[in-house]
């Protein structure tokens, strides 16, 4: 047997082990979750992944537009218990109504999103959505899940250490106004949830996140918008917005 093929049991165990010693428990999903990276170890690419997309031309990072998703994102910030930090904001040129927020701080909207929403609680409920993610360490947790795929291919092949590939996937995905990992239909439910309890404690009214999703159902006909790309069904966000709604009282 070649030295390789023995070692990969070896790295195998390893990366079992890994996994399992890097469960965590996250309070706000209420749920365990591999992370063999986290939010702060992903800050330095998405850092590096916002100079660059803000160096682009027409992204605006002062000016009203950006000062109303300030005025809206800062409060559901703070809602999520992220206030700790200094946020930026930009508003980016692009037709397709899309959000991001950032691990390392940081939240942009395009002009389409702006152009759609009829007011800043349906603002409030993508950016709630995004902060979501961030809370819901759905980045950090893709991002571990990819990780533990390439020590795997890494110990098929004899070779380890192939952590910072994935996160540098993350890093270079971010610059491309948000479109960072494909998270899966759990992943953005449990967005859903988080984001209307922050526009509850931010003062926004809840049920326009039913609203939003209905336009963007409705922009759907004509254009399928990169915000709502890879995610659940509309029928089965809007019902499940709608009777976790219900089940907190709000309107």
């Not at 992944?49 to 031309?57: I, L, T």
């Not at 890093?171 to 494909?182: E, I, K, S, T, W």
């Amino acid at each position: 047997m070649s030295r390789s093929r023995r070692l990969v049991p070896a790295f195998a165990a390893l990366v079992a082990a890994s996994a399992l010693g890097a469960c965590a428990y996250n309070e706000a999903l209420g749920r365990n979750q591999l992370l063999l990276v986290d939010n702060a170890a992903l800050s330095q690419q998405s850092n590096a992944a916002w100079r660059e997309a803000v160096s682009k031309p027409g992204v605006l990072t002062s000016g009203a537009q950006v000062e109303r998703v300030r005025r809206v994102g800062g409060p559901l910030v703070q809602a999520a218990g992220l206030g700790g930090r200094s946020w930026e904001y930009a508003v980016f040129p692009e037709e397709s109504p899309n959000a991001f927020t950032l691990p390392s701080g940081q939240i942009g909207v395009t002009t389409g999103l702006l152009n759609l929403v009829r007011n800043d609680d349906q603002l409030a409920s993508v950016i709630g959505h995004e902060i979501g993610h961030i809370v819901g360490g759905h980045a950090a947790e893709r991002a571990s899940n990819q990780a533990l795929t390439s020590v795997g291919l890494a110990a098929a092949q004899g070779v380890a250490g192939r952590y910072g590939d994935a996160v540098g996937a993350y890093g270079g995905l971010a610059a491309q106004y948000g479109v960072l990992l494909p998270y899966s239909r759990r992943d953005e439910l449990e967005a859903d949830r988080l984001g209307v309890d922050y526009m509850a404690a931010a003062g926004f009214k809840p049920s326009e996140a039913v609203a939003l999703w209905r336009l963007m159902a409705a922009q759907r006909q004509t254009a399928t918008p990169q915000f709502a790309s890879t995610h659940p069904s509309d029928d089965t966000r809007i019902q499940a917005l709608q009777q976790y709604i219900a089940s907190r009282g709000w309107n």
